[in-house]
């Protein structure tokens, strides 16, 4: 077969096939990477600090290129309203949030609601006892950290008094005080603590590639095409070779019957 197959016609034909395999595996490959372009979540700089309202504004949704970004704001504490959020971890372990009802400044005059996450307790005795003991001024002042989208609201009824979700929408059924100029839709994870509670551990936000199944499909199949190319030469070869032994067998056949 390997006879035939050195023939300059089956020769240009290989060199066709490939030639398509090449052009097949190029598309292959060109697949490859527009599956790891398309699920790419582009890092974002997050650790400029910017000013809260020139990024974010109240009763507006919080995108993912925001979650995570440092910020920092003006404004005032609203006194007693805070709340403890259970089920938190920091760094593997399960404890307790101090959050505090934040009034930032915004270009309007009114304050709009930030959720604040002062520190982080081992026990809601500790926590309790550290929330009960804060009395902030009514100065105005800066509050910086790294700004998170919104938690979902908790769906649990059998723990009826208990907040597990930092969730700006239900903080505002909570929230013994209105903000005039509405709710901001993420929450702070406070830079700094107050005295008695652990710093919260808030790391840069990592940047992670997906990978699109779609185009890892339409990769194979190219692959697949690639080989399929130099196959078809191997099958057109062999099947020229079958002929032509075919003949030769035939021929014997006729002169044997020839002679007897």
Same mark, same amino acid.
């Given at each position: 077969?390997? $006879?035939? =197959? ?5 020769? +240009?034909? &290989?060199?066709? @096939? *490939? ?5 097949? %595996? ?18 974002t ?46 760094r ?10 934040? $009034?930032? =400044? ?5 304050? +709009?609601? &930030?959720?604040? @996450? *002062?520190?982080?307790a081992?026990?809601? %005795? ?78 840069k ?9 779609l ?45 007897n």
């Amino acid at each position: 077969m390997w $006879s035939v =197959a050195r023939r300059p016609r089956w020769i +240009a034909a &290989l060199v066709f @096939a *490939l030639a398509l395999a090449a052009g097949f %595996a190029a598309l292959s490959q060109w697949q490859l990477a527009r599956s790891v372009q398309n699920g790419t979540v582009a890092p974002t700089s997050t650790e400029s600090v910017e000013e809260l309202s020139s990024i974010a504004r109240p009763q507006s949704p919080v995108t993912d290129k925001l979650d995570g970004q440092l910020v920092e704001t003006r404004g005032t504490w609203v006194a007693g309203d805070y709340e403890i959020i259970s089920d938190r971890l920091n760094r593997g372990t399960a404890g307790y949030w101090v959050v505090g009802h934040f $009034s930032a =400044a915004t270009k309007s005059g009114d304050g +709009a609601g &930030l959720a604040v @996450a *002062l520190g982080w307790a081992p026990t809601a %005795a500790k926590a309790r006892s550290v929330m009960h003991g804060l009395d902030p001024s009514t100065a105005e002042v800066m509050v910086s950290g790294r700004y998170n989208v919104g938690e979902a609201p908790q769906d649990s009824d059998f723990e009826k008094g208990k907040l597990t979700t930092v969730s700006p929408a239900a903080m505002m059924n909570v929230w013994k005080t209105t903000d005039k100029a509405g709710v901001y839709g993420g929450y702070l994870v406070s830079g700094t603590t107050v005295a008695g509670l652990d710093t919260i551990y808030s790391p840069k936000p990592i940047s992670t590639v997906q990978v699109d199944l779609l185009n890892i499909f339409y990769a194979i199949e190219w692959i697949v095409f690639a080989g399929f190319a130099v196959f078809l030469w191997y099958r057109l070869v062999r099947d020229a070779w079958e002929r032509e032994e075919e003949e030769k067998l035939e021929n014997e056949l006729l002169q044997r019957a020839e002679v007897n």
